[in-house]
């Protein structure tokens, strides 16, 4: 637990301060009153919970009975389980064709090398994201370009990617972030007007609708993380949807070592068609899949109806500002739940101490996007690693490099890096209670804001 030892005079003084508060003039937030009285847990009061948020994954008897006959098969490697989950998940999310891939990371690769994005290409994306969504334009030698954020929803946006076009221009690469969905419609619309193909980067979103339609099935390819803490979950996995055959037929090749496959076919009887890796998913990790699909549809419908539930009440305390959604959006999907927090309003406590303070509650946060605190992706390592390279120092002009810094500049999302606090997915799956557990501690945190801006 993270609690500083509290003197016993600050104690006396803290209880001593606020016991002069008469209760009458106490507010409630959110309709929620933890008693302003309450000594924050931090400075050794009483958390607002002990009981534990569910348990991720949700581990069911259904998982057990699908893996076991998977492993006493000894058929382990890439088979007909893959292909079955590759058809649920392509039913579930309402597109016509899936891969399954080891990860989302190598979904994107597949993704983005499938598409025919090279060295020399620019992709547009967004900086406020994990930083698997930009490694595959880095690694196929390519140049990720930023286009800042929406303030309002997070996502990248359209306004700002126009501006980014140019010749070089391969792809748009949205990320459906923090439980919000991009603006599809206009993104969609500068693609066709500027003949690029659009990634969707769905690791996050799983269920999420625009329109009524499920995100990943919106643009050319879309891409899906079932890595441990993911919405829909089998450990480790990944997968690419799409509706154009030959497309898809090329991430298959591209996803097993460029063996010919369906319309791709080999130039001689032993070739392998294209310079391609490995990145197939495994029997075991697809039995798990199809049975955590079962859920998956109720689970999303509780996450959404928690969130919005959440949303209203945290927004009625002062500095708390939860993310908005885009009046297209049909149905929201979490990773993670999150909002900017203003520490201006709770009189200059930090946000990694607001953080520490909410953990002493019994409500676990974070900062967000899995990001190295206060780094966006563009001013991250590899960015920086990828431009002097020497690869890139071949095939990008000298001054394109030099200005690259100063284009990148994202001012809205180097803002949002900074306010974000979030909660896990796992947090939105339990009772109504819980939000109002969640509500309840950053009130009074709130309430209890100079204090533990003195004392922290
Ligand atoms: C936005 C985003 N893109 C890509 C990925 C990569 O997925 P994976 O961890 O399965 O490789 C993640 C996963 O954390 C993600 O959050």
């Known amino acids: 637990m993270l609690r500083r030892k509290v003197t016993r005079r600050e104690l006396l003084a803290t209880a001593s301060a606020v016991a002069a508060v008469p209760s009458t003039a106490r507010r409630t937030y959110a309709g929620i009153s933890p008693g302003s009285a309450a000594i924050p847990a931090i400075l050794g009061g009483q958390p607002v919970r002990t009981a534990k948020f569910p348990r991720w994954p949700l581990v069911r008897e259904a998982d057990e009975k699908a893996v076991l006959p998977v492993v006493r098969s000894g058929i382990w490697s890439r088979d007909k389980i893959v292909d079955e989950a590759e058809i649920q998940f392509a039913r579930l999310m309402g597109a016509k064709y899936c891969l399954a891939t080891c990860n989302g990371t190598n979904a994107i690769i597949t993704a983005v090398r499938s598409i025919g994005i090279a060295a020399g290409d620019e992709v547009v994306t967004t900086p406020y994201t994990f930083v698997a969504s930009v490694l595959p334009i880095l690694l196929a030698n390519a140049l990720p370009v930023f286009a800042d954020v929406d303030p309002e929803t997070w996502q990248i946006d359209p306004a700002k990617i126009a501006g980014k076009i140019n010749g070089n221009t391969a792809a748009i690469l949205p990320v459906h972030i923090i439980g919000g969905i991009c603006d599809m419609d206009r993104i969609n619309a500068l693609a066709s007007k500027h003949k690029l193909k659009v990634i969707e980067d769905a690791c996050e979103a799983h269920g999420g609708e625009w329109r009524n339609k499920k995100v990943g099935t919106l643009g050319d390819l879309g891409c899906f993380s079932f890595q441990n803490g993911k919405a829909l979950t089998c450990g480790e996995g990944g997968a690419v949807l799409g ?156 001054a394109k490099l030099a200005a690259y810094a100063a284009e990148n500049e994202c001012p809205e999302s180097d803002r949002l890096v900074q306010e974000t606090v979030g909660f896990h997915q796992s947090m939105l799956l339990g009772p109504r209670q819980d939000m109002d557990d969640i509500c309840a501690a950053v009130t009074k945190i709130y309430e209890n804001r100079s204090k533990l801006a003195a004392s922290m």
């Open 243 to 398: 509706n154009d055959r030959a497309l898809m037929d090329r991430c298959y090749s591209f996803h097993n070592m460029g063996r010919p496959y369906g319309s791709i076919v080999a130039r001689n009887k032993e070739g392998h068609v294209m310079v391609a890796t490995k990145c197939r998913m495994a029997e075991y990790q697809a039995s798990i899949l199809i049975t955590q699909m079962e859920n998956f549809n109720a689970e999303c419908a509780r996450r959404s109806e928690n969130a919005a539930y959440l949303t209203e009440k945290l927004k009625q305390i002062p500095g708390v500002v939860p993310r908005k959604n885009y009046p297209q959006v049909t149905r929201t999907a979490f990773y993670y739940y999150g909002f900017r927090y203003k520490k201006e309003q709770f009189d200059g406590l930090s946000r990694a101490k607001f953080i520490k303070a909410l953990a002493a509650e019994g409500v676990r946060a974070s900062h967000g996007l899995g990001v190295i605190e206060g780094k966006p992706i563009n001013k991250e390592g590899c960015v920086e690693d990828a431009l002097g390279s020497k690869a890139y120092q071949r095939i990008y002009p000298q």
